[in-house]
């Protein structure tokens, strides 16, 4: 059983060793899997399903990137090319109509596009699955001490499934899982 509360302009770190149950968590919480007891609130009201899952963007840890954007992404152009420069893919990556064009990229670079196509999706909470495993130390360092800072001074909840240890001092509350349970936690969580 758990008890977990996200807050806006607040992270929550979950951590715990490859087969701790952490992106099982992450998709129960998201309505990506259906939880087998209990229920899952949004500002007091029971969620589930689509209802729930509209309140996300997240980038998992076995993303994709699909050649069109979702319909409900609107790309500013300034804001658009914002992101694109703070993550090092100006250049690389265009907007065109309804998708973000690019060449050839790395695995850290296309991880960065989902990225942003997450934040164009402005939702209330984000969820990240170990987003930092395939960066670089220059853009591990832009996550933890840049853009989690941003989104929780608009207001954002920000769930970060890491075993970043070096940065875990930017976490308001955190878990620790092991085989599915809770074996640890902090600040509220």
Known sequence: PLDIRLRAGRSLFVQGG???GKS???KVLTGLYPADHGELRVDGQPRHGRRLRGWFATVWTDYHLFEHLFDEVRADPATLEDWLAALG??????WR???LEHGRLSTGQRKRVALV???LLDRPIYVFDEWTADQDPEFRGYFYETLLPALKSRGKAVVVVT???RY???ADAWLQLERGQVVASGGGA
């Open 89 to 94: 893919l100006a250049g690389r990556v265009r």
């Open 163 to 165: 075993h970043d240890d």
């Open 24 to 26: 099982t968590l992450m």
């Open 168 to 170: 875990f001092h930017h």
């Open 97 to 99: 109509e309804d998708r």
């Open 117 to 119: 196509a997450a934040l």
């Open 18 to 20: 490859n087969g701790s």
